[in-house]
């Protein structure tokens, strides 16, 4: 059974870093492009950002290019999502997906508020 | 960026009935386009990719069509628990991919 775990949501200061990653098993990880999704209270989903399988590709939506890097450690079958100079906009729950590129698997979800 | 949208925001439906539903895409996205359904407080479920397929364990009311810009996601006979919001999604640019904003199900 293919299973994804978010960790690492929580309380930040707008301007802090977070770092979230998600644990995968169930399947051939390294085979996979992952991605994240993220949605505010109430909203519609965003995507933000994907790394390909072996790592080497990696892109972001507009609105967290330049604050947020996805990586992923293929050994360990995690993906993970170091988020910086967050701001109140980026509270949100966020998801991580396996890429088939449709995103046939997700995680519950990791909440992150951005406040002081 | 492909930019997507759908159609209607909100539709009011009874139990029963057949409801279409319908994305856009700014773009042509050939048939890479799936639809998520979502319930309140969980993830979204992967419920039709490349346009026309049913994912693994999707009932045989849900379906999917279109290819290029214009797609629709049709419930044949609206059951209870289809209640919930359907997302559209892209997929044509790898790994650079968007979201429609949602239709909300509502009961009638």
């Known amino acids: 059974e293919v299973q994804l775990l978010e960790s690492g949501g929580g309380l930040v200061q707008p301007g802090g870093s977070l770092t979230l990653c998600c644990a995968a098993s169930g399947f051939t990880f390294s085979t996979y492009a992952m991605s994240w999704v993220r949605q505010a209270a109430g909203e519609g989903l965003e995507w933000i950002s994907s790394?390909?399988?072996?790592?080497?590709?990696?892109y972001y939506a507009d609105s967290v290019r330049g604050r947020f890097t996805v990586s992923r450690d293929n050994a360990n079958n995690t993906v993970c999502l170091q988020m910086n100079s967050l701001r109140a906009e980026d509270t949100a729950t966020y998801f991580c997906?396996?890429?088939?590129?449709?995103?046939?698997?997700w995680g519950q979800g990791a909440l992150v508020t951005v406040s002081s | 960026e492909i930019v997507m949208t759908q159609s209607p925001a909100t539709l009011s439906v009874s139990p029963g009935e057949r409801v279409t539903l319908s994305c856009r895409a700014s773009?042509?996205?050939?048939?890479?386009l799936a639809w998520y359904q979502q319930k309140p407080g969980q993830a979204p479920r992967l419920l039709i990719y490349?346009?026309?397929t049913r994912a693994t364990g999707v009932p045989g009311r849900f379906s999917g069509s279109g290819s290029g810009a214009q797609f629709t996601l049709t419930i044949s006979s609206l059951q209870s628990e289809d209640f919930a919001v359907y997302f559209c999604q892209q997929y044509y640019l790898w790994l650079r991919y968007s979201f429609g904003p949602g239709t909300k199900l509502e009961i009638k």
């Open positions: 490349d346009a026309s």
């Open positions: 773009q042509s996205v050939s048939s890479y």
């Open positions: 790394i390909s399988d072996r790592g080497g590709s990696t």
């Open positions: 997906a396996r890429d088939k590129p449709s995103f046939d698997n």
